[in-house]
């Protein structure tokens, strides 16, 4: 498999890179700076330099042509402005999919967040993580909207460094009882793109992820024999 990541230095990222490198696949990693290919290198993905605030759809289809996949791990990071909120967390988002259409590329996954059935207003929240909440909302209705992609959301509760466990709970969003909200480690959350990258049944749901008592690639078949048509 040839899979293309957005935000390619970003904690998630390399993490699915260094997963992605120990089972065979190729993975491209869209990075903003130049001084970041050495560590990309370092977790098994080619470097490819692609500002996704200045680059323009077609150039990044370039990029993407021969993927299978592409996933959209990019963000503005703490600390950034809410403009950055919507011209990294939503707009980039959008352009990796323009991209991906023009490339012939269907399979995409969205890294979103959890809290967003109910996102404040900009009335109600002002704050930075109320700018936030609304950039990914955004990004989802919009990619939703699309017929050109096969996507499947992920929505992952609180990130940590800790050493992954193995071991999620993965449900659709949505349903009962609830996922509830919890943390996840970033190498679980690696783990389950990785196996939802496997498997095209998970295509068209929206997924929320934290800690739990299941294999990330048992938690995902699960779903996907849950999808499979009767």
């Not at 150039?59 to 993927?67: K, N």
């Not at 109320?130 to 050109?148: H, S």
Request: proline share 5%; glycine share 12%; aromatic share 2%.
């Amino acid at each position: 498999m040839r899979i293309v990541i957005a935000g390619g230095h970003g904690k998630i990222a390399l993490r699915l890179e260094r997963q992605a490198a120990a089972r065979g696949d190729a993975t491209t990693a869209l990075i903003r700076d130049p001084g970041q290919a050495d560590d990309v290198r370092e977790a098994g993905a080619d470097p490819v330099v692609a500002d996704l605030e200045a680059i323009g759809s077609g150039e990044l289809a370039g990029h993407l042509t021969g993927a299978d996949a592409v996933v959209f791990a990019a963000g503005a990071g703490p600390g950034s402005t809410a403009e950055r909120k919507e011209t990294v967390d939503r707009d980039a988002a959008l352009l990796l999919a323009d991209a991906a259409a023009a490339a012939g590329v269907r399979r995409y996954l969205l890294v979103s967040a959890m809290g967003l059935d109910a996102v404040p207003t900009e009335d109600e929240d002002d704050s930075i993580w109320g700018y936030y909440l609304r950039a990914k909302k955004a990004a989802e209705d919009a990619l939703r909207a699309r017929d050109d992609l096969d996507l499947t959301i992920l929505r992952p509760g609180k990130l940590t460094d800790d050493p992954g466990t193995g071991l999620v709970r993965l449900g659709p969003a949505g349903t009962q009882p609830p996922v509830g909200y919890g943390e996840v480690t970033r190498d679980d959350v690696a783990a389950v793109l990785l196996a939802l990258l496997d498997t095209h049944a998970s295509a068209g749901t929206v997924l929320e992820l934290i800690g739990g008592t299941v294999p990330p690639a048992q938690a995902v078949a699960a779903l996907a024999g849950a999808n499979a048509p009767r």
